[in-house]
């Protein structure tokens, strides 16, 4: 069985500093790898996702991924209130039909 | 561009009822796929829908079931409603294949009493 592996939070954070996300897979078939963003009582929010073994940077968002590890990061910078969230992790493997697998969020808190 | 749409936003319902969610995808977007969202947790996985044909599916028994049209707007129907059935119910689209990332509608909240 596929599972994504998330650390559930709270996950407090000072404003300006970097917020560190992390999501392990179970499924070493996986081959793309998202982050989305999910406010509470809202739907999730594409923020970032990666297909390739490194870092992927957007804005103040980076991506890391390492297949070897089974594993991906979600690195925020000069973070702000506005990113307190959920952040889930979710992981799609080989087949074009397949549906995401999500883990269960991370509850990210930026402290002013 | 328009984005993913969903109708009603809210519904509430009676155990053993059936429902009907709606939703419409984004322009361009051929493939829709489903998910729940139960309170605390992550989005799983019902099913997906390509050119009309269901082409894949996650661990959801029969009951749920759904159909999309041609102008790539699909519904989801769930029989024999169950109290666990109450939950956030996503509509995603996307153009399909293995690296085309999901767009999500705002959802329908369904509660089940």
């Known amino acids: 069985q596929k599972e994504v592996e998330q650390n559930s939070g709270p996950l407090s954070v000072p404003e300006g500093a970097i917020a560190s996300l992390n999501c392990t897979y179970s499924?070493?078939?996986?081959?793309?790898f998202f982050w989305y963003r999910q406010y509470s009582g809202k739907s999730p929010e594409l923020i970032m996702f990666?297909?390739?073994?490194g870092d992927k940077e957007d804005g103040r968002f980076t991506a890391q991924l390492n297949k070897a590890s089974q594993y991906v990061s979600l690195l925020i910078r000069d973070s702000q209130p506005s990113d307190s969230a959920t952040y889930l992790c979710?992981?799609?493997?080989?087949?074009?039909?397949?549906?995401?697998?999500f883990g269960k969020g991370t509850h990210l808190i930026i402290q002013p | 561009e328009t984005g993913v749409t969903q109708s009603p936003t809210h519904l509430i319902k009676t155990r053993g009822q059936q429902v009907t969610l709606r939703c419409s995808s984004q322009?361009?977007?051929?493939?829709v796929s489903w998910y729940q969202q139960a309170l605390g947790q992550g989005p799983q996985f019902i099913f997906q829908?390509?050119?009309?044909?269901?082409?894949g599916r996650g661990n959801f028994p029969p009951r749920f079931s759904g159909l999309q049209f041609p102008n790539y707007s699909s519904e989801l129907n769930v029989n024999a409603l169950e109290l666990d059935d109450s939950a956030l119910y996503l509509c995603?689209?996307?153009?399909?294949?293995?690296?085309?990332?999901?767009?999500f509608g705002n959802g329908t909240r369904l509660t089940v009493t």
């Open positions: 322009s361009g977007h051929n493939t």
């Open positions: 990666i297909y390739s073994n």
């Open positions: 829908y390509y050119r009309e044909e269901e082409n």
């Open positions: 979710a992981v799609k493997s080989g087949g074009g039909a397949d549906g995401l697998t």
């Open positions: 995603a689209s996307s153009f399909g294949g293995v690296d085309s990332p999901l767009h």
């Open positions: 499924d070493r078939g996986s081959q793309s």
